[in-house]
T-cell receptor, first 111, second 115 residues
Framework: DAKTTQPTSMDCAEGRAANLPCNHS???????VYWYRQIHSQGPQYIIH???NNETNEMASLIITEDRKSSTLILPHATLRDTAVYYC????????????FGAGTTVTVRA | DAGVTQSPTHLIKTRGQHVTLRCSPI?????VSWYQQVLGQGPQFIFQ???????GRGNFPDRFSARQFPNYSSELNVNALLLGDSALYLC??????????????FGPGTRLTVL
């Protein structure tokens, strides 16, 4: 699996956009970028995933650079409930059967 | 629709005992994966099962075993419990077993404490 690098922590003001970076410089052409988040003591929650095109859903947007070596998860209007650990994971298709979690980014949304 | 469910929510055991954790996947999902998350770390992959067969195994000792039933629910068994087995045990389900685009959805986890 390609390894990912994320900042250890970041703060965000409530109501503002939160931009979470992730570096995956060794990503291969068939590897997907996944984002999950984990609110304290709960199971990880799926947010979004993409291969090379930008993606948007009701929770967030995923921006993947053209060379695919980095991506940014955007929470458009952060709320206090978005405080969580955010994991960026790359996953091979079609043979990868597991998610390899790193340490993630601890995001704290402040009022 | 119901998400992934796990039971029990919390469990306290003593060293040397064994434990069975249970997971019911999202309706229609045929694959179940188990992860262990110790305090302060990200989840670590233990097993994946698909159609009752083990399809993947992480770097865990043989004290850990699992199985999947015809209704796609699953059990994780841990024998000879050690203090280091204290963790949040997570179950995730997906439609199929492999494929980068096949999303895994997690349950709330079972918090195991070994004394």
């Amino acid at each position: 699996d390609a390894k990912t690098t994320q900042p250890t922590s970041m703060d965000c003001a409530e109501g503002r956009a939160a931009n979470l970076p992730c570096n995956h410089s060794t990503i291969s052409g068939n590897e997907y970028v996944y984002w999950y988040r984990q609110i304290h003591s709960q199971g990880p929650q799926y947010i979004i995933h993409g291969l090379k095109n930008n993606e948007t859903n009701e929770m967030a947007s995923l921006i993947i650079t053209e060379d695919r070596k980095s991506s940014t998860l955007i929470l458009p209007h952060a709320t206090l409930r978005d405080t969580a650990v955010y994991y960026c994971i790359v996953r091979v298709s079609p043979n990868d059967y597991k998610l390899s979690f790193g340490a993630g980014t601890t995001v704290t949304v402040r009022a | 629709d119901a998400g992934v469910t796990q039971s029990p929510t919390h469990l306290i055991k003593t060293r040397g005992q064994h434990v069975t954790l249970r997971c019911s996947p999202i309706s229609g999902h045929k694959s179940v994966s188990w992860y262990q998350q110790v305090l302060g770390q990200g989840p670590q992959f233990i097993f994946q099962y698909y159609e009752k067969e083990e399809r993947g195994r992480g770097n865990f000792p043989d004290r850990f075993s699992a199985r999947q039933f015809p209704n796609y629910s699953s059990e994780l068994n841990v024998n000879a419990l050690l203090l280091g087995d204290s963790a949040l045990y997570l179950c995730a389900s997906s439609l199929e077993a492999r494929g980068g685009s096949l999303t895994q959805y997690f349950g709330p986890g079972t918090r195991l404490t070994v004394l």
